[in-house]
Protein backbone atom coordinates (compact mmCIF):
# COMPACT_ATOMS: atom_id res chain seq x y z
CA UNK A 1 0.00 0.00 0.00
CA UNK A 2 1.16 3.19 -0.83
CA UNK A 3 1.45 5.69 2.53
CA UNK A 4 1.04 8.43 0.39
CA UNK A 5 -2.26 7.60 -0.84
CA UNK A 6 -3.52 5.97 2.12
CA UNK A 7 -6.19 7.72 4.35
CA UNK A 8 -5.36 9.95 7.57
CA UNK A 9 -5.89 6.76 10.24
CA UNK A 10 -3.55 5.10 8.22
CA UNK A 11 -1.03 7.60 8.33
CA UNK A 12 -1.59 8.41 11.83
CA UNK A 13 -0.99 4.64 12.81
CA UNK A 14 1.99 4.60 11.36
CA UNK A 15 3.55 7.76 12.45
CA UNK A 16 2.43 6.71 16.23
CA UNK A 17 4.02 3.67 15.50
CA UNK A 18 7.54 4.96 14.25
CA UNK A 19 7.25 7.22 17.48
CA UNK A 20 6.51 4.12 19.62
CA UNK A 21 9.38 2.69 17.85
CA UNK A 22 11.53 5.15 17.86
CA UNK A 23 11.17 6.33 21.54
CA UNK A 24 13.61 4.32 23.70
CA UNK A 25 15.88 5.22 21.26
CA UNK A 26 15.91 8.59 21.58
CA UNK A 27 15.66 8.56 25.60
CA UNK A 28 18.63 6.35 24.92
CA UNK A 29 20.38 9.02 22.55
CA UNK A 30 19.16 12.21 25.06
CA UNK A 31 21.02 10.28 28.12
CA UNK A 32 24.34 9.88 27.01
CA UNK A 33 24.82 13.06 26.07
CA UNK A 34 23.10 14.19 29.29
CA UNK A 35 25.58 16.10 32.01
CA UNK A 36 22.82 16.64 34.73
CA UNK A 37 19.70 14.79 34.25
CA UNK A 38 17.69 14.44 37.12
CA UNK A 39 13.94 15.91 37.85
CA UNK A 40 13.53 17.91 34.72
CA UNK A 41 11.89 16.97 31.64
CA UNK A 42 14.74 17.44 29.47
CA UNK A 43 18.74 17.51 30.72
CA UNK A 44 19.83 21.07 32.36
CA UNK A 45 23.11 20.38 30.39
CA UNK A 46 24.71 18.64 27.69
CA UNK A 47 28.68 16.77 27.30
CA UNK A 48 30.57 14.60 24.82
CA UNK A 49 32.03 13.49 28.13
CA UNK A 50 31.28 9.84 28.26
CA UNK A 51 31.62 9.47 24.35
CA UNK A 52 35.45 10.70 24.92
CA UNK A 53 35.64 8.90 27.90
CA UNK A 54 34.43 5.63 26.19
CA UNK A 55 36.76 5.98 23.15
CA UNK A 56 39.64 6.78 25.27
CA UNK A 57 38.97 3.39 26.83
CA UNK A 58 41.36 0.74 25.88
CA UNK A 59 39.06 -1.48 27.32
CA UNK A 60 36.04 -0.66 24.47
CA UNK A 61 38.24 -0.89 21.61
CA UNK A 62 40.01 -3.94 22.34
CA UNK A 63 36.23 -5.51 22.90
CA UNK A 64 35.14 -3.43 19.58
CA UNK A 65 37.40 -5.10 17.50
CA UNK A 66 37.02 -8.60 19.36
CA UNK A 67 33.10 -8.24 18.30
CA UNK A 68 33.72 -7.14 14.63
CA UNK A 69 36.54 -9.79 13.84
CA UNK A 70 34.72 -12.50 15.33
CA UNK A 71 31.51 -11.53 13.99
CA UNK A 72 33.21 -11.29 10.37
CA UNK A 73 34.87 -14.49 10.43
CA UNK A 74 31.75 -16.43 11.08
CA UNK A 75 29.73 -14.41 8.55
CA UNK A 76 32.46 -15.45 6.15
CA UNK A 77 32.48 -18.60 7.05
CA UNK A 78 28.60 -18.93 6.71
CA UNK A 79 28.88 -17.51 3.20
CA UNK A 80 31.65 -19.79 2.37
CA UNK A 81 29.62 -23.11 3.02
CA UNK A 82 25.94 -21.83 2.84
CA UNK A 83 25.96 -19.82 -0.64
CA UNK A 84 27.03 -23.08 -2.49
CA UNK A 85 25.05 -25.63 -0.57
CA UNK A 86 21.71 -23.60 -0.44
CA UNK A 87 22.64 -23.24 -4.71
CA UNK A 88 23.23 -26.83 -5.06
CA UNK A 89 20.26 -27.81 -3.43
CA UNK A 90 18.20 -25.30 -4.80
CA UNK A 91 18.95 -25.64 -8.22
CA UNK A 92 19.92 -29.48 -8.64
CA UNK A 93 18.13 -31.57 -5.33
CA UNK A 94 15.21 -29.89 -4.38
CA UNK A 95 13.45 -32.59 -3.16
CA UNK A 96 16.26 -31.73 -0.41
CA UNK A 97 14.74 -28.55 0.78
CA UNK A 98 12.50 -29.75 3.65
CA UNK A 99 15.26 -31.64 4.54
CA UNK A 100 17.36 -28.73 4.44
CA UNK A 101 15.45 -26.49 6.32
CA UNK A 102 14.20 -29.06 9.22
CA UNK A 103 18.36 -28.61 9.64
CA UNK A 104 18.96 -24.66 9.34
CA UNK A 105 15.66 -24.02 12.12
CA UNK A 106 16.83 -26.23 14.98
CA UNK A 107 18.68 -23.02 16.60
CA UNK A 108 15.23 -21.52 16.54
CA UNK A 109 14.10 -24.57 18.92
CA UNK A 110 17.11 -24.59 21.15
CA UNK A 111 17.54 -21.54 23.75
CA UNK A 112 20.93 -19.70 24.23
CA UNK A 113 21.26 -21.20 27.51
CA UNK A 114 20.68 -24.88 26.93
CA UNK A 115 22.83 -24.62 23.83
CA UNK A 116 25.85 -22.54 25.62
CA UNK A 117 25.72 -25.68 28.46
CA UNK A 118 25.63 -28.20 25.85
CA UNK A 119 28.46 -26.48 24.01
CA UNK A 120 30.52 -26.31 27.35
CA UNK A 121 29.83 -30.15 28.07
CA UNK A 122 30.87 -31.27 24.43
CA UNK A 123 33.95 -29.43 23.76
CA UNK A 124 35.80 -28.74 27.31
CA UNK A 125 37.17 -32.27 27.85
CA UNK A 126 38.00 -35.18 24.88
CA UNK A 127 39.73 -34.64 21.81
CA UNK A 128 38.66 -31.16 20.95
CA UNK A 129 39.02 -28.90 24.12
CA UNK A 130 38.54 -25.71 22.69
CA UNK A 131 36.00 -24.36 25.75
CA UNK A 132 36.43 -20.42 25.92
CA UNK A 133 38.12 -20.25 22.94
CA UNK A 134 37.35 -18.35 20.06
CA UNK A 135 36.99 -21.56 18.04
CA UNK A 136 34.07 -22.65 19.26
CA UNK A 137 32.43 -19.07 19.98
CA UNK A 138 32.83 -19.05 16.15
CA UNK A 139 31.36 -22.41 15.41
CA UNK A 140 28.01 -21.74 17.98
CA UNK A 141 28.25 -18.01 15.59
CA UNK A 142 27.72 -20.41 12.45
CA UNK A 143 24.86 -22.38 14.01
CA UNK A 144 22.75 -18.56 15.38
CA UNK A 145 23.27 -17.39 11.68
CA UNK A 146 22.12 -20.51 9.62
CA UNK A 147 18.60 -19.85 9.49
CA UNK A 148 19.29 -16.49 8.40
CA UNK A 149 21.46 -17.28 5.94
CA UNK A 150 19.54 -20.64 4.13
CA UNK A 151 16.43 -18.29 3.89
CA UNK A 152 17.84 -14.96 2.39
CA UNK A 153 20.37 -16.84 -0.09
CA UNK A 154 17.07 -19.22 -0.77
CA UNK A 155 15.11 -16.23 -1.36
CA UNK A 156 17.63 -14.51 -3.81
CA UNK A 157 18.07 -17.48 -5.97
CA UNK A 158 14.08 -17.82 -5.94
CA UNK A 159 13.45 -14.53 -6.67
CA UNK A 160 15.87 -14.34 -9.99
CA UNK A 161 14.98 -17.35 -11.19
CA UNK A 162 18.21 -19.44 -11.20
CA UNK A 163 17.40 -22.59 -12.61
CA UNK A 164 15.94 -20.48 -15.49
CA UNK A 165 19.52 -17.90 -15.81
CA UNK A 166 21.26 -20.99 -15.35
CA UNK A 167 20.18 -23.65 -18.22
CA UNK A 168 20.36 -19.80 -20.18
CA UNK A 169 23.77 -19.24 -19.74
CA UNK A 170 24.62 -23.23 -20.33
CA UNK A 171 22.56 -22.88 -23.52
CA UNK A 172 25.04 -20.11 -24.70
CA UNK A 173 27.90 -22.45 -24.00
CA UNK A 174 28.93 -21.42 -20.51
CA UNK A 175 29.88 -23.74 -17.72
CA UNK A 176 28.31 -24.22 -14.71
CA UNK A 177 30.77 -22.31 -12.65
CA UNK A 178 31.35 -19.67 -14.73
CA UNK A 179 27.52 -19.28 -15.49
CA UNK A 180 27.41 -19.48 -11.17
CA UNK A 181 30.21 -16.99 -11.26
CA UNK A 182 29.22 -14.27 -13.42
CA UNK A 183 25.60 -14.51 -13.87
CA UNK A 184 23.87 -15.91 -10.89
CA UNK A 185 25.90 -14.60 -8.40
CA UNK A 186 26.11 -11.08 -9.32
CA UNK A 187 21.87 -11.13 -9.37
CA UNK A 188 21.69 -12.41 -6.03
CA UNK A 189 24.05 -10.52 -4.17
CA UNK A 190 22.29 -7.85 -3.07
CA UNK A 191 20.00 -10.28 -1.23
CA UNK A 192 23.09 -12.62 0.17
CA UNK A 193 24.40 -8.79 1.13
CA UNK A 194 21.27 -8.23 3.12
CA UNK A 195 21.49 -11.53 4.75
CA UNK A 196 25.16 -10.84 5.32
CA UNK A 197 24.00 -7.88 7.08
CA UNK A 198 21.27 -9.42 9.22
CA UNK A 199 23.37 -11.73 10.09
CA UNK A 200 26.76 -9.45 11.21
CA UNK A 201 24.02 -7.65 13.70
CA UNK A 202 22.54 -10.69 15.53
CA UNK A 203 25.83 -11.79 16.07
CA UNK A 204 26.60 -8.53 17.46
CA UNK A 205 24.00 -7.63 19.50
CA UNK A 206 24.51 -11.56 21.07
CA UNK A 207 24.85 -11.77 24.74
CA UNK A 208 23.80 -14.99 26.35
CA UNK A 209 25.17 -17.19 24.24
CA UNK A 210 28.80 -14.92 24.14
CA UNK A 211 28.64 -14.71 27.73
CA UNK A 212 28.26 -17.89 28.57
CA UNK A 213 30.96 -19.69 26.73
CA UNK A 214 33.61 -16.95 26.55
CA UNK A 215 32.20 -14.60 28.91
CA UNK A 216 35.67 -14.87 31.52
CA UNK A 217 38.27 -15.50 28.58
CA UNK A 218 36.87 -13.22 25.73
CA UNK A 219 35.38 -9.65 26.34
CA UNK A 220 32.97 -8.14 23.07
CA UNK A 221 31.09 -5.08 23.02
CA UNK A 222 28.07 -6.42 24.78
CA UNK A 223 29.88 -8.24 27.61
CA UNK A 224 31.68 -5.11 28.10
CA UNK A 225 28.76 -3.30 27.90
CA UNK A 226 27.39 -5.40 30.51
CA UNK A 227 29.93 -4.76 32.77
CA UNK A 228 29.74 -1.18 32.45
CA UNK A 229 26.24 -0.86 32.74
CA UNK A 230 26.30 -1.19 36.56
CA UNK A 231 29.10 2.00 36.77
CA UNK A 232 26.95 4.42 34.82
CA UNK A 233 23.75 4.74 32.77
CA UNK A 234 25.47 7.44 30.88
CA UNK A 235 28.40 5.54 29.88
CA UNK A 236 26.36 2.34 28.87
CA UNK A 237 23.52 4.72 26.75
CA UNK A 238 26.67 6.16 25.04
CA UNK A 239 27.90 2.69 24.21
CA UNK A 240 24.61 1.11 23.23
CA UNK A 241 23.83 4.88 20.66
CA UNK A 242 27.47 4.41 19.45
CA UNK A 243 26.21 0.39 18.92
CA UNK A 244 23.45 1.78 17.10
CA UNK A 245 24.82 4.53 14.70
CA UNK A 246 27.25 1.59 13.69
CA UNK A 247 24.75 -0.76 12.68
CA UNK A 248 23.05 2.03 10.40
CA UNK A 249 26.51 3.31 8.87
CA UNK A 250 27.35 -0.33 8.08
CA UNK A 251 23.60 -1.04 6.30
CA UNK A 252 23.11 2.54 4.58
CA UNK A 253 27.32 1.31 3.15
CA UNK A 254 26.10 -2.43 2.14
CA UNK A 255 22.86 -1.41 0.55
CA UNK A 256 24.55 1.17 -1.80
CA UNK A 257 27.09 -1.67 -2.27
CA UNK A 258 24.26 -3.95 -3.34
CA UNK A 259 22.19 -1.83 -5.36
CA UNK A 260 25.70 -0.89 -7.55
CA UNK A 261 26.40 -4.33 -8.20
CA UNK A 262 22.74 -4.78 -9.01
CA UNK A 263 23.19 -2.19 -11.43
CA UNK A 264 26.11 -3.57 -12.78
CA UNK A 265 24.08 -6.72 -13.20
CA UNK A 266 21.40 -5.74 -15.11
Same mark, same amino acid.
Given at each position: M?? =? $??G????? %? ?10 P ?11 DW ?22 F? *? ?9 I?? #? ?5 V????? %?????? %? ?7 K /? ?5 Y ?8 ? /???R ?12 A??L #?G ?8 ? @? ?9 ? #?S???LL??? *? ?11 N?I ?6 G? @???ALL? %? ?9 T?M ?9 Q?Y?? =???GE ?8 A?S ?13 KLG? $?I???? $?
Amino acid at each position: MNI =R $KAGVAPRT %FMLLLMIYLLLPLLATGLYAFAQDWQNTLLPRSWTLGWFRGMFQDIRFL *EALWTSLYLCIIS #VLLSLAVMLPAV %FVITVY %FPLWESFMK /GIVVLPYAVPGVVAAV /GLIRAYSSGPFDISGTAYLL #VGAYFVVILPY @MYQGIRNSLLS #VSAVELLNAA *ELLGARRRSAFVNVILPNIWPGV @MVSALLS %FSVLFGEFVLTNMLVGGHIQTIQVYLF =RRVGESGHLASAIAISYFVFILLLSAVLMKLGM $KIKGQA $K
